[in-house]
């Protein structure tokens, strides 16, 4: 059975980069393309915050705190999605799962994490 790729975490200093990849299979992209895909992160002790949506027809909701600063994007093609971080603070520190949903699609949605996801740590 395919297994979920996720890639692109790391440890950087504040004001850095870092773009997240996840490379899906095809029927559960297939799947979730139909309804909604996103990314979550949880840091230790932390609940899980929605952080990024991508709906359908390609309706993009942020959560509030990342607004400007990152960029969802996906590639039909290559059954992937990407999370693009710019300008990261520390509290964007934690663990990112790139994660589907069906329903009403923004970064608050019932996510179901796809893979064991990709540590972001961001240094002051």
């Known amino acids: 059975q395919a297994q979920v790729e996720e890639s692109g ?4 200093q504040a004001g850095g980069s ?9 029927d559960t992209y297939a799947t979730y393309s139909r309804h909604c895909m996103g990314w979550f992160r ?3 002790g932390q609940e899980r915050q929605g952080v990024a949506a991508i709906g359908r027809d390609g309706t993009i909701r ?7 600063r990152f960029t969802i994007s996906r590639d039909n093609i290559e059954n992937t999605l990407y999370l693009q971080l710019n300008f990261l603070k520390p509290d964007d520190t934690g663990t990112y799962f ?7 699609c923004d970064p608050q ?3 179901d ?3 064991q996801g990709t540590q972001v740590t961001v240094s002051a």
């Not at 975490?9 to 950087?12: P, Q, T, Y």
């Not at 870092?18 to 095809?26: G, I």
Request: with cysteine; charged share 10%.
């Open 62 to 68: 942020y959560t509030t705190s990342v607004k400007g």
């Open 98 to 104: 790139c994660a589907g949903a069906v329903g009403y």
């Open 113 to 115: 994490a796809w893979g």
């Open 42 to 44: 949880q840091a230790p």
């Open 109 to 111: 949605a019932d996510f």
């Open 18 to 26: 870092l773009r997240l990849s996840c490379v899906v299979p095809a």
């Open 9 to 12: 975490g790391g440890s950087v």
